[in-house]
């Protein structure tokens, strides 16, 4: 799992869990609880290139994929 430290949204982080490309888990710290818990449930077993495609979770510079130890393909 790794943290990811927002800036200019409601959440103060973003909690990710990957394993084989694919999203276990995801957890956010603060925010809106409804439309949060409802991302995390949307991306649960989504493929995280999918995610980042679809602009359900945004890499900034690719800094999630970094921080990830995810390598695109």
Known sequence: ????KTSGVCS???HVEVKDKVI???????GCP???FGISMLVKGMNIDEAIQNK?????EGELLAQTN????
């Open 56 to 60: 359900v979770l945004i890499a900034e």
């Open 24 to 30: 276990e888990n995801v957890e956010f710290v603060r």
């Open 70 to 73: 995810y390598q695109k393909p």
């Open 1 to 4: 799992m790794f943290v990811y």
């Open 34 to 36: 409804g439309n949060l």
């Open 12 to 14: 103060t982080e973003i």
